[in-house]
C-alpha cells in the first residue's frame, strides 16, 4: 500500500511535468469539462421544467448524482483510463516487456503508469456541484451521511477498477479492444440518470454487465442517506468478487504472455 | 462506365464536373472499407443508440409522472420521436470535426490537396457510404426502440413524403457546418474545446435532449431560428407530421437559407484554410 | 565460484496457426484449426560465471531474443529448467528482478515527454533506491556516459544515440547483477557503438557483473565478448572463446605472399584460390588442413620474402557457420 503511493507519487509528478509544458491545456480541460457540467445541469434544468420528480428524485438530488457522475469520471480519466490505455499499446508494441522486468507488482505498474492531471478539474468541479446542491437543498448532510457516501464511492471506485482491469487484460487475449471502452464509455453516459428510471434490461445490464449503478447512482443516494443496508451488502459483495475475479484474470493473462499455458 | 487514362486519345474530353465523376470511386472505396471495419462500426453504433434511449426513457418517466403527457407529447409520441431522431441523427451526423485534426497533425490533407477535386466531396461520399452499411445496426436499434416504448404514429402522407427532401437538405445543412467548424483544425491544435462547444449546443438546440416545444419559451424561439434545429429536429418533426404546411415551408425556406449561409462560408475559409495549410507545410 | 546462470536443456516451443491464402481456406480455419509447433529453442544447456561477458551470436529467429526473454523472465520455457542467481525467472520474485536488468535496442522505456533525469526518478521509486544512493549513481552515470546537459532535456529532443545513452543508464540505476543487451546498439553511428562497449566492459570490469549480450554488429562482439555462444534453427552450435569458433569453423586460411620476383595468377593458383596478385603481393585461400603442407611447398618452390597465415574475417566465418548450417 505504501508502495502503492509511493509510485502513485511519482507518476503523477511525472505527469504533472509531462503536462506543465503545456499549462494552457488546463485551461482548455476546465472549459470543456465546465461545458460538459452545463450541458448535464442544463438538462435537468428542461426536465424539471417539466415536473417535480424524476423517478423519486428531485432537482437538487439529481445534480448531485451529476455532480458524483462526474467525481468519478475525473477519477477514471485522471488514472485508470490513461494508464490502462498506454497498457495496452505497451500489449501491441513490446514495452510491456519492460514492466515484466520491474521490481514491482506489474498491475500496479500498469494502472498508475499515467496520469492525465488536467483531469482533476472534473473531480474538482463534482465536487463543487454536489456541494452546491447540498446546499441549496439545504439536505442534512451529517456524519452518517458522509461516511455513507464516502463508503458507496470506495465500493464503486473498486467496482469500475476491477472491471477496467478485466477489459485491459483481454488484450493479452485479443489486441484491439479499444471497441470495447468505447462501448464502456458510450454505457458511461447512461450514468448521468438514475439507473432505477431505465427499462429492466437496461438497468440489470448498468448494474451487473457494466457496473455503473454502483459506481454513481448508489454513492448519489447515500448522499442523502437513501441507501438501504442490502445495497450496501450487494456493493461490497460485487466488489470483493470484481476484485478478487479482476486479479486473478490478470494473473492468467501474465501467464498466457508469458507462454505459460501455451 | 469506362474510365479514362491520360494517355487515351480521347482523354482531351473532360467530365464537364470532375467533382461528380469522381463520387461512384469514393463511394465504393469507402463502401468496402467500411465493411471491412464493420465491427468497429456495429460499436460505435451502441452509443449512438443509446443516446436517445437514455432521452426517451427521460422523457417517458416525466409524462408518467404528469399523467401521461407532457409538453404536447404522449409517451408513445415521445417514442415515434426519438425513433425518428435515431434515424435522422444517424443519417445526418458527421464524425469531420474529429477527424480533421489527425489530417492535419499527420499530414494526410497534402494528398487531398493535390487532388483535382475538392475534398469535401471525398467526405460527403464516404459519409453516405458508411451511413448505408451501419444502417444494418440502426434499423434493429429502432426496432428494440419500439418494441420497448411501444410508438404511436399516424402517418401525415403529404408531411412523409417531404421528409426525404427535408432529411436531405439535414445533411448538408449539417455536413457543411461541421466541415466549415472542422477547418478550426488549420488555425489551432486545440479544437476539442470548440467540438465541445458546438456539441454542447447541438444537444439543446436540435432537439436531441428534448423535442424542442419542450424547452423554455425564450430557448425555443432562439432554436428556431439556429442552424441545428433545421439538420435535425425539423426534419423529424415532418416526418412526425406534427407542423402544420405554413410552418413545414417556413422550415424549408429558412433550411435553404442556411445552406446558401454555409455554402459561402465554407467557400471564403477554405480558401485561407488552404492557402495556410500549404504555407505551414506540414 | 558458482555460475550466475545456468540452463538445462532450456526449450520453447509455440504453437502458431497455420492458415492458407483465400476465403475457403479462411472459412475452413475457422471451425478447424490447424496449427504447427515452432520450436524457437531446442535444449539449450550453457552456464555463465559471475563477471562474464557473453555473446549470443545466430540470424534473425535464431532464437537468441527467447532465450533472452525466458532468462529474465518474461517468457516460459515449455522444457528444463534454467536458474538465474539461483532465481527460476520466470516466476519474476521481485528479488530476482531488483538483480538484473533488459535493454533491448528498438524500444525504449524513458517517457517521451519528459526530462530524462525524470524518467530516472521513477526508477529510483520502483527500484526503491535510497535518495543518497539515487544521486551517486547518476552521478557516476553521469560521469560515464558523459550524460551532462542531456538529463534536463526531453527524451523526444534526443537523438537516437543520445537516447540509448540515457536508456542504459536508466536501466543501470539499480546496479544489476545480470546485463541482459538485446541489439544494444541497433541504429547507432560507428563512434556511438565503440562508446556503449567501452562503457560496458567498464560497467562491467568494476561491478563485476554478467553481461549477456544479442548483436547483429561483429564488432560489439568482438570487442567486448570472450566467449560466444551460437545459437542457430534453436540449438546451440557453438560454445566457447571467438579465436575457437574461428579455428573451428573457419574451413579455410588466408596466406598473405611477398614475393621477391612477380609471379602470375596462373602459377599461383596451383597452391590455393588466389584472391588477389599484383606486383610481388598476393592472396591465397588454401583449406585449413593443407596449410601447412601449401606453406611448405611455397617456401620450397617459390621465392618467398614474407608470409603470413591468417583467418578470414570473422564476418565471414560467422556468414560460413549460417549458410552452412542452413543446409
Same mark, same amino acid.
Given at each position: 500500500?505504501?508502495?502503492?503511493?509511493?509510485?502513485?507519487?511519482?507518476?503523477?509528478?511525472?505527469?504533472?511535468?509531462?503536462?506543465?509544458?503545456? !499549462?494552457?491545456?488546463?485551461?482548455?480541460?476546465?472549459?470543456?469539462?465546465? @461545458?460538459?457540467? #452545463?450541458?448535464?445541469?442544463?438538462?435537468?434544468?428542461?426536465?424539471?421544467?417539466?415536473?417535480?420528480?424524476?423517478?423519486?428524485?428531485?432537482?437538487?438530488?439529481?445534480?448531485?448524482?451529476?455532480? #458524483?457522475?462526474?467525481?468519478?469520471?475525473?477519477?477514471?480519466?485522471?488514472?485508470?483510463?490513461?494508464?490502462?490505455?498506454?497498457?495496452?499499446?505497451?500489449?501491441?508494441?513490446?514495452?510491456?516487456?519492460?514492466?515484466?522486468?520491474?521490481?514491482? *507488482?506489474?498491475? &500496479?505498474? =500498469?494502472?498508475?503508469?499515467?496520469?492525465?492531471?488536467?483531469?482533476?478539474?472534473?473531480?474538482?468541479?463534482?465536487?463543487?456541484? @454536489?456541494?452546491?446542491?447540498?446546499?441549496?437543498?439545504?439536505?442534512?448532510?451529517?456524519?452518517?451521511?458522509?461516511?455513507?457516501?464516502?463508503?458507496?464511492?470506495?465500493?464503486?471506485?473498486?467496482?469500475?477498477?476491477?472491471?477496467? +482491469?478485466?477489459?485491459?487484460?483481454?488484450?493479452?487475449?485479443?489486441?484491439?479492444?479499444?471497441?470495447?471502452?468505447?462501448?464502456?464509455?458510450?454505457?458511461?453516459?447512461?450514468?448521468?440518470?438514475?439507473?432505477? +428510471?431505465?427499462?429492466?434490461?437496461?438497468?440489470?445490464? /448498468?448494474?451487473?454487465?457494466?457496473?455503473?449503478?454502483?459506481?454513481?447512482? #448508489?454513492?448519489?443516494?447515500?448522499?442523502?442517506?437513501?441507501?438501504?443496508?442490502?445495497?450496501?451488502?450487494?456493493?461490497?459483495? &460485487?466488489?470483493?468478487?470484481?476484485?478478487?475475479?479482476?486479479?486473478?484474470?490478470?494473473?492468467?493473462?501474465?501467464?498466457?504472455?508469458?507462454?505459460?499455458?501455451? | 462506365?469506362?474510365?479514362?487514362?491520360?494517355?487515351?486519345?480521347?482523354? %482531351?474530353?473532360?467530365?464537364?464536373?470532375?467533382?461528380?465523376?469522381?463520387?461512384?470511386?469514393?463511394?465504393?472505396? %469507402?463502401?468496402?472499407?467500411?465493411?471491412?471495419?464493420?465491427?468497429?462500426?456495429?460499436?460505435?453504433?451502441?452509443?449512438?443508440?443509446?443516446?436517445?434511449?437514455?432521452?426517451?426513457? $427521460?422523457?417517458?418517466?416525466?409524462?408518467?409522472?404528469?399523467?401521461?403527457? #407532457?409538453?404536447?407529447?404522449?409517451?408513445?409520441?415521445?417514442?415515434?420521436?426519438?425513433?425518428?431522431? /435515431?434515424?435522422?441523427?444517424?443519417?445526418?451526423?458527421?464524425? $469531420?470535426?474529429?477527424?480533421?485534426?489527425?489530417?492535419?497533425?499527420?499530414?494526410?490533407?497534402?494528398?487531398?490537396?493535390?487532388?483535382?477535386?475538392?475534398?469535401?466531396?471525398?467526405?460527403?461520399?464516404?459519409?453516405?457510404?458508411?451511413?448505408?452499411?451501419?444502417?444494418?445496426?440502426?434499423?434493429?436499434?429502432?426496432?428494440?426502440?419500439?418494441?420497448?416504448?411501444?410508438?404511436?404514429?399516424?402517418?401525415?402522407?403529404? =408531411?412523409?413524403? @417531404?421528409?426525404?427532401?427535408?432529411?436531405?437538405?439535414?445533411?448538408?445543412?449539417?455536413?457543411?457546418?461541421?466541415?466549415?467548424?472542422?477547418?478550426?483544425?488549420?488555425?489551432?491544435?486545440?479544437?476539442?474545446?470548440?467540438?465541445?462547444?458546438?456539441?454542447?449546443?447541438?444537444?439543446?438546440?436540435?432537439?436531441?435532449?428534448?423535442?424542442?416545444?419542450?424547452?423554455?419559451?425564450?430557448?425555443?424561439?432562439?432554436?428556431?431560428?439556429?442552424?441545428?434545429?433545421?439538420?435535425?429536429?425539423?426534419?423529424?418533426?415532418?416526418?412526425?407530421?406534427?407542423?402544420?404546411?405554413?410552418?413545414?415551408?417556413?422550415?424549408?425556406?429558412?433550411?435553404?437559407?442556411? &445552406?446558401?449561409?454555409?455554402?459561402?462560408?465554407?467557400?471564403?475559409?477554405?480558401?485561407?484554410?488552404?492557402?495556410?495549410?500549404?504555407?505551414?507545410?506540414? | 565460484?558458482?555460475?550466475? +546462470?545456468?540452463? *538445462?536443456?532450456?526449450?520453447?516451443?509455440?504453437?502458431?496457426?497455420?492458415?492458407?491464402?483465400?476465403?475457403?481456406?479462411?472459412?475452413?480455419?475457422?471451425?478447424?484449426?490447424?496449427?504447427?509447433?515452432?520450436?524457437?529453442?531446442?535444449?539449450?544447456?550453457? %552456464?555463465?560465471?559471475?563477471?562474464?561477458?557473453?555473446?549470443?551470436?545466430?540470424?534473425?529467429?535464431?532464437?537468441?531474443?527467447?532465450?533472452?526473454?525466458?532468462?529474465?523472465?518474461?517468457?516460459?520455457?515449455?522444457?528444463?529448467?534454467?536458474?538465474?542467481?539461483?532465481?527460476?525467472?520466470?516466476?519474476?520474485?521481485?528479488?530476482?528482478?531488483?538483480?538484473?536488468?533488459?535493454?533491448?535496442?528498438?524500444?525504449?522505456?524513458?517517457?517521451?515527454?519528459?526530462?530524462?533525469?525524470?524518467?530516472?526518478?521513477?526508477?529510483?521509486?520502483?527500484?526503491?533506491?535510497?535518495?543518497?544512493?539515487?544521486?551517486?549513481? $547518476?552521478?557516476?552515470?553521469?560521469?560515464?556516459?558523459?550524460?551532462?546537459?542531456?538529463?534536463?532535456?526531453?527524451?523526444?529532443?534526443?537523438?537516437?544515440?543520445?537516447?540509448?545513452?540515457?536508456?542504459?543508464?536508466?536501466?543501470? @540505476?539499480?546496479?544489476?547483477?545480470?546485463?541482459?543487451?538485446?541489439?544494444?546498439?541497433?541504429?547507432?553511428?560507428?563512434?556511438?557503438?565503440?562508446?556503449?562497449?567501452?562503457?560496458?566492459?567498464?560497467?562491467?570490469?568494476?561491478?563485476?557483473?554478467?553481461?549477456?549480450?544479442?548483436?547483429?554488429?561483429?564488432?560489439?562482439?568482438?570487442?567486448?565478448?570472450?566467449?560466444?555462444?551460437?545459437?542457430?534453427?534453436?540449438?546451440?552450435?557453438?560454445?566457447?572463446?571467438?579465436?575457437?569458433?574461428?579455428?573451428?569453423?573457419?574451413?579455410q586460411k588466408t596466406l598473405?605472399l611477398?614475393?621477391?620476383?612477380?609471379? =602470375?595468377?596462373?602459377?599461383l593458383a596451383l597452391y590455393g584460390d588466389v584472391v588477389?596478385?599484383?606486383?610481388?603481393?598476393a592472396t591465397l585461400r588454401v583449406p585449413?588442413?593443407e596449410t601447412?603442407e601449401v606453406t611448405?611447398r611455397l617456401?620450397?618452390?617459390?621465392?618467398?620474402?614474407?608470409?603470413?597465415?591468417?583467418?578470414?574475417?570473422?564476418?565471414?566465418?560467422?556468414?560460413?557457420?549460417?549458410?552452412?548450417?542452413? !543446409?
Amino acid at each position: 500500500m505504501v508502495r502503492a503511493i509511493r509510485l502513485l507519487g511519482v507518476f503523477l509528478r511525472i505527469g504533472l511535468l509531462g503536462e506543465a509544458q503545456y !499549462r494552457a491545456n488546463f485551461v482548455i480541460q476546465l472549459l470543456e469539462t465546465g @461545458l460538459g457540467l #452545463v450541458t448535464a445541469l442544463g438538462t435537468i434544468w428542461i426536465v424539471f421544467s417539466q415536473t417535480d420528480t424524476l423517478g423519486g428524485w428531485g432537482p437538487a438530488e439529481l445534480a448531485a448524482l451529476v455532480g #458524483v457522475y462526474f467525481i468519478v469520471y475525473g477519477g477514471i480519466q485522471l488514472v485508470v483510463a490513461p494508464s490502462l490505455q498506454k497498457f495496452m499499446e505497451d500489449i501491441v508494441s513490446g514495452n510491456f516487456d519492460y514492466t515484466l522486468t520491474k521490481p514491482a *507488482d506489474a498491475q &500496479l505498474l =500498469s494502472s498508475l503508469s499515467e496520469v492525465r492531471v488536467w483531469r482533476v478539474a472534473d473531480v474538482v468541479l463534482g465536487i463543487c456541484v @454536489l456541494t452546491a446542491a447540498i446546499i441549496r437543498e439545504s439536505m442534512t448532510v451529517g456524519w452518517p451521511q458522509t461516511l455513507q457516501f464516502l463508503l458507496a464511492l470506495a465500493l464503486g471506485s473498486v467496482i469500475v477498477y476491477s472491471f477496467w +482491469i478485466i477489459l485491459a487484460t483481454l488484450a493479452f487475449w485479443f489486441i484491439r479492444i479499444d471497441n470495447l471502452l468505447q462501448i464502456f464509455w458510450a454505457m458511461y453516459t447512461a450514468g448521468r440518470w438514475p439507473v432505477g +428510471i431505465y427499462p429492466e434490461w437496461l438497468k440489470w445490464t /448498468l448494474t451487473v454487465v457494466v457496473p455503473i449503478a454502483f459506481a454513481v447512482t #448508489v454513492p448519489a443516494e447515500a448522499v442523502s442517506g437513501r441507501v438501504s443496508g442490502m445495497t450496501f451488502l450487494g456493493a461490497a459483495a &460485487l466488489a470483493l468478487f470484481l476484485a478478487l475475479f479482476s486479479r486473478w484474470f490478470w494473473r492468467q493473462g501474465i501467464r498466457r504472455y508469458s507462454g505459460a499455458s501455451a | 462506365m469506362t474510365m479514362e487514362t491520360a494517355t487515351s486519345p480521347r482523354s %482531351s474530353r473532360v467530365h464537364p464536373r470532375p467533382w461528380l465523376a469522381a463520387y461512384p470511386a469514393f463511394f465504393r472505396i %469507402s463502401m468496402l472499407s467500411n465493411i471491412q471495419y464493420r465491427v468497429a462500426g456495429a460499436i460505435w453504433m451502441i452509443g449512438m443508440i443509446l443516446e436517445p434511449l437514455i432521452y426517451l426513457t $427521460v422523457w417517458t418517466t416525466v409524462a408518467d409522472s404528469q399523467g401521461g403527457a #407532457v409538453g404536447g407529447f404522449t409517451k408513445g409520441e415521445f417514442a415515434a420521436y426519438y425513433a425518428f431522431l /435515431l434515424l435522422v441523427n444517424h443519417l445526418t451526423f458527421t464524425w $469531420v470535426m474529429h477527424e480533421f485534426q489527425y489530417r492535419v497533425q499527420y499530414g494526410s490533407f497534402s494528398f487531398a490537396l493535390l487532388r483535382p477535386v475538392h475534398p469535401i466531396h471525398e467526405d460527403i461520399a464516404m459519409n453516405i457510404a458508411f451511413k448505408i452499411v451501419q444502417l444494418a445496426v440502426i434499423l434493429p436499434g429502432i426496432l428494440v426502440l419500439c418494441v420497448a416504448f411501444r410508438p404511436t404514429f399516424e402517418p401525415v402522407g403529404w =408531411s412523409l413524403a @417531404l421528409f426525404v427532401p427535408v432529411l436531405a437538405l439535414g445533411f448538408l445543412i449539417r455536413f457543411l457546418f461541421e466541415w466549415t467548424l472542422a477547418m478550426a483544425a488549420f488555425w489551432t491544435t486545440r479544437v476539442n474545446a470548440l467540438n465541445q462547444m458546438y456539441f454542447s449546443l447541438q444537444m439543446f438546440l436540435s432537439g436531441r435532449v428534448a423535442p424542442i416545444a419542450l424547452l423554455p419559451l425564450w430557448v425555443s424561439d432562439v432554436a428556431q431560428h439556429l442552424p441545428f434545429y433545421y439538420a435535425i429536429g425539423f426534419p423529424v418533426e415532418v416526418a412526425l407530421g406534427r407542423l402544420s404546411p405554413e410552418e413545414a415551408i417556413k422550415g424549408v425556406l429558412l433550411q435553404l437559407a442556411w &445552406l446558401a449561409i454555409m455554402g459561402a462560408i465554407i467557400a471564403l475559409v477554405w480558401k485561407n484554410a488552404a492557402r495556410r495549410f500549404t504555407a505551414v507545410g506540414s | 565460484m558458482s555460475p550466475v +546462470i545456468e540452463l *538445462d536443456r532450456l526449450s520453447k516451443s509455440y504453437v502458431v496457426p497455420v492458415r492458407d491464402a483465400g476465403i475457403r481456406a479462411g472459412l475452413v480455419s475457422l471451425f478447424k484449426r490447424k496449427t504447427r509447433t515452432v520450436e524457437a529453442v531446442k535444449d539449450v544447456s550453457l %552456464s555463465i560465471e559471475p563477471g562474464e561477458i557473453v555473446g549470443f551470436l545466430g540470424p534473425n529467429g535464431a532464437g537468441k531474443t527467447t532465450t533472452l526473454k525466458m532468462l529474465s523472465g518474461l517468457l516460459h520455457p515449455s522444457g528444463g529448467r534454467a536458474s538465474v542467481l539461483g532465481f527460476e525467472p520466470w516466476k519474476r520474485p521481485n528479488d530476482f528482478l531488483q538483480q538484473i536488468t533488459l535493454v533491448m535496442g528498438q524500444r525504449n522505456q524513458l517517457i517521451w515527454d519528459i526530462p530524462v533525469v525524470d524518467s530516472f526518478d521513477r526508477n529510483r521509486v520502483i527500484y526503491q533506491l535510497g535518495r543518497e544512493v539515487y544521486r551517486q549513481r $547518476v552521478d557516476e552515470l553521469t560521469d560515464l556516459l558523459d550524460l551532462g546537459e542531456l538529463l534536463t532535456k526531453p527524451v523526444r529532443n534526443l537523438s537516437l544515440g543520445e537516447r540509448m545513452k540515457c536508456e542504459v543508464a536508466a536501466a543501470l @540505476l539499480h546496479h544489476p547483477k545480470i546485463l541482459f543487451l538485446d541489439e544494444p546498439t541497433l541504429g547507432l553511428d560507428v563512434s556511438m557503438q565503440r562508446r556503449l562497449r567501452e562503457f560496458v566492459a567498464r560497467y562491467n570490469k568494476e561491478t563485476g557483473a554478467a553481461v549477456l549480450l544479442t548483436s547483429h554488429y561483429m564488432a560489439d562482439v568482438e570487442a567486448l565478448c570472450p566467449r560466444v555462444v551460437v545459437i542457430h534453427h534453436g540449438e546451440i552450435l557453438f560454445d566457447g572463446r571467438l579465436v575457437d569458433l574461428i579455428e573451428k569453423f573457419s574451413a579455410q586460411k588466408t596466406l598473405v605472399l611477398e614475393l621477391e620476383e612477380s609471379t =602470375s595468377a596462373e602459377a599461383l593458383a596451383l597452391y590455393g584460390d588466389v584472391v588477389s596478385a599484383s606486383e610481388g603481393r598476393a592472396t591465397l585461400r588454401v583449406p585449413k588442413k593443407e596449410t601447412a603442407e601449401v606453406t611448405a611447398r611455397l617456401l620450397r618452390e617459390l621465392k618467398v620474402q614474407d608470409l603470413n597465415v591468417a583467418d578470414p574475417p570473422i564476418d565471414e566465418v560467422i556468414d560460413q557457420i549460417f549458410s552452412g548450417a542452413a !543446409r
